[in-house]
């Protein structure tokens, strides 16, 4: 059978589809104090609410990691409060914030993880067959084979964060936004892929230097 579909098409659209397959991580909703006017706050210290312990610590010193940039400082709260427990005491949270100078306080709360199931149509792909007109200037004599595939069931997993910054001086909420990760390859990426968006959100709202 012949075609003129061309073979750059059937490659980005080959590629889309493997993009599609890969994790992702996403802001579905962020907002800001439109009232906020500064100074930009430069040493955040990082609180991650998290059932596990282990998770808690990697999440807050990957992440203070990111935060680190140029004027910009992370601290992880791990290091100054190690049971969260006390988190619940203001004054505790206080004494680790002087303790630390922070000015401003992250707070991360994870969601949970939930499964969601979605249907694959079936496709019909178009492949090069070799033979007359294969070569570089003469894709319009090219010849196209056609593989079916059939339809299936996809399960994906979604990892839900929710991410609130407060400003020490007036102890106000000043950023706010949550996340939602798909089929994340690894909490590392989940959490490099949040820090970049999350940083680069309220960098742009004049909130973080």
Known sequence: ??????????????????????????LTSRWNDPQYQGPALSKILVIGIFKDDTRRRQFEQEFSQLITQGERTGIASYSEMPDLKNADEKEEVLEVVNKTGADGV????????????????????????????????????????????????????????DIKLFDVKTEKMVWAGKSESFNPSSAQSVIKELAKLVIDDMKKSGIVK
């Open 1 to 26: 059978m012949k075609s003129c579909i061309p073979v750059r098409a059937l490659f980005l659209a080959l590629t889309i589809t493997l993009l599609a397959a890969c994790s992702t991580t996403s």
């Open 106 to 161: 992250l707070i991360v709360t994870f969601q949970g993880v939930s499964k969601e199931q979605r249907e694959v149509p079936p496709t019909v792909d178009y492949v090069p067959t070799m033979g007359f007109g294969y070569g570089m200037y003469s894709y319009y004599g090219m010849g196209y084979s056609t593989v079916y595939r059939p339809g299936y069931t996809v399960t994906d997993k979604i990892v839900r964060l």
